[in-house]
């Protein structure tokens, strides 16, 4: 049997979680991941592993343009979830059909599938899973026309991804987000958004995104007239052969309109027709649309009336596909200029009369944006303040509880018998009855109290063990042998320590390791001496004597990795994962 399919249902459910965390960050490793636990969840007959992972593959076919393979995958994905009892993945489910019908410009059916993810959304605690929400739900809003309610969506969207996402996840969501407003007229807050995603694409190298970013970020300038900048900006893009088909089409035309602006009219040419050569070749009925919208324009400019006229009478034909008010009002502008043109004054004053309407209709939108925008911006600050607050007051009651927990040891020789009785207590709820090691719930609250403490002020790495092959042991040799070599480890581990380090049992055959004013390499360091003694350990039940027994580690510092526990946590255990698929018996730290 393979080895993906040893895998037991927690890892099934860990390597999901990172497969849904790569979506934004690197979907070739995602697409790898995702194989592995549909094979592995498949074959163990797993049914809650298998669903999520197939929300997964569903969100990989999406955006590889596999519209009616994936909705064939996704109909029956809701009733399963609904059987589990599983609103998470329901909501995950609508929303991935609210985003085909999206797709196919099936408006009503959309909003029906986005509206239900919604109001499951109101009964479970934020995630990853609710970032997708809000960011497919305003890229809906938008080629639905429901322009009020897009930027919300969007910022819902930053500030889950400011929690529980990657540096990828926030630069998607400011980008989508300025994209927003650009259609909506307001280019003032779409610059400054844009300049922040590329930012951040520089602070973390996630290049990746950095193509879509800088298209955006020269459509706004083109809309100013500044073709020469937006040229600037677009020229580095055109040999990225990572960029996605769809995402290349819309560079080549915007840098086709940016020559035409310019005069040059071959250089527009030939970018125009490879820009519409890929629009076609991936179904992408936006960027078709603009390519037409380009030639038509390119074609007015040469004097090419009738050709003009057919070119932005196919992109008005394509408007079905979305309402997005940018597109709407150069098409229809095109249209009543190319009319005039030819003469034909009353068709050329009935589409002026449509673009002056919208127009006026965009020009308010776009006021109604940035008053709009502001009132967000500031609702979305009283409730970060207010869910920061709480988190203060829970680090400081954790604290406070530390402090009493030594007040009562300073005591103990006045209340001895009372505090003895009290401790044993304690101790029962925050110890693993095998081990004797701290359990994961007590670890997790010393973490949040040390690097509230530590205020980014001194590094503390965070390391998570596991043992290589225990079941193999388990089946080999039995429980009772699998138990004697969980304390021995623990025992080992615990005397190589410092007293400011702790250690606890985090689960099954799983380690975590806190270690204060120790950086990476320290941490690194200290695994390596922990592995050789380990490999050299007899462990002994019975008649049975085993050695060469081997860990893998993965390790995460603060605040290089992460600033919380859960990024912490979470980068430590795609290090695991890293060590384990490159052959196991190592220490790995974070990227």
């Not at 399963?80 to 609103?87: C, M, P, Q, T």
């Not at 999206?102 to 995630?127: C, E, Y």
């Not at 407003?181 to 400054?192: I, K, M, S, T, Y």
């Not at 459509?219 to 040229?231: E, P």
Request: negative net charge; proline residues 2%.
């Amino acid at each position: 049997m393979s080895e993906n399919y040893s895998l037991d249902r927690s890892e099934i459910d860990r390597l999901n979680l990172q497969c849904l965390s790569l979506l934004m960050a690197d979907r070739s490793e995602a697409k790898r991941i995702n194989q592995i636990v549909l094979d592995a969840a498949q074959a163990q007959g797993y049914g809650r592993g298998l669903a999520y992972a197939q929300i997964n593959q569903l969100s990989l076919m999406v955006y590889g343009g596999e519209i009616e393979s994936a909705e064939q995958i996704c109909l029956p994905l809701i009733e399963r979830f609904r059987a589990l009892g599983d609103i998470e993945g329901q909501m995950a489910a609508h929303v991935c059909l609210g985003t085909i019908n999206s797709r196919r410009a099936n408006f009503v059916v959309s909003g029906q599938h986005f509206d239900t993810a919604h109001n499951l959304a109101s009964m479970i605690p934020d995630s990853l899973f609710k970032f997708s929400l809000y960011n497919r739900a305003g890229i809906d809003a938008i080629n639905r026309g429901e322009n009020h309610l897009a930027p919300r969506n969007f910022l819902l969207a930053v500030d889950m991804s400011e929690r529980f996402g990657t540096p990828s996840h926030r630069v998607n969501s400011l980008s989508n987000l300025a994209s927003c407003q650009h259609d909506l007229g307001n280019d003032e807050d779409a610059v400054p958004l844009l300049q922040e995603a590329l930012g951040i694409i520089r602070q973390y190298n996630v290049n990746h995104l950095k193509p879509l970013v800088s298209a955006n970020l020269a459509m706004c300038l083109l809309a100013t007239g500044k073709a020469n900048n937006a040229l600037t900006i677009l020229q580095p893009l055109f040999d990225e052969a990572n960029t996605e088909p769809g995402e290349r089409a819309f560079i080549f035309c915007l840098a086709a309109h940016s020559y035409l602006l310019l005069k040059d009219y071959a250089a527009a040419q030939t970018w125009l027709e490879q820009a519409q050569r890929l629009a076609i070749e991936c179904d992408d009925h936006e960027e078709q649309m603009h390519g037409w919208l380009v030639s038509g324009m390119m074609a007015m400019a040469q004097g090419r009336s009738q050709d003009a006229l057919v070119s932005f009478q196919q992109a008005f034909e394509l408007l079905s596909f979305t309402r997005n008010p940018f597109y709407q009002q150069q098409i229809i502008k095109g249209l009543a200029d190319v009319k005039a043109f030819l003469g034909e004054w009353k068709s050329a004053y009935t589409y002026l009369q449509q673009y002056q309407t919208q127009f006026e209709e965009r020009s308010k939108s776009a006021r109604d944006s940035r008053i709009l925008m502001r009132n967000l911006e500031k609702e979305m600050k009283n409730i970060k303040e207010e869910r920061d607050k709480a988190l203060e007051l829970q680090a400081a009651r954790e604290a406070e509880n530390q402090q009493l927990a030594s007040l009562n040891k300073e005591l103990s020789y006045q209340i001895h018998h009372v505090n003895s009785l009290q401790q044993a207590l304690k101790e029962q709820v925050i110890r693993d009855h095998l081990t004797g090691l701290y359990n994961r719930r007590h670890f997790e609250t010393c973490l949040n109290a040390v690097l509230h403490e530590s205020k980014g002020k001194t590094v503390v790495s965070v390391v998570i063990l596991d043992l290589d092959f225990f079941k193999r042991v388990n089946d080999t040799w039995g429980h009772a042998f699998g138990d004697e070599v969980l304390i021995q480890f623990s025992r080992l581990v615990e005397s190589q320590l410092r007293t400011s380090d702790m250690l606890c049992r985090y689960g099954g055959e799983e380690f975590c390791l806190l270690m204060r004013e120790a950086d990476s390499r320290i941490a690194r360091s200290k695994m390596q001496t922990i592995a050789d003694k380990y490999r050299a350990l007899k462990i002994s039940h019975g008649e049975t004597t085993i050695s060469d027994c081997t860990f893998s580690a993965g390790i995460a510092e603060f605040p290089l990795h992460g600033e919380t526990r859960h990024e912490l946590l979470m980068r430590a255990d795609t290090a695991l994962y890293v060590a384990k698929m490159a052959g196991r018996d190592q220490a790995r730290i974070a990227e």
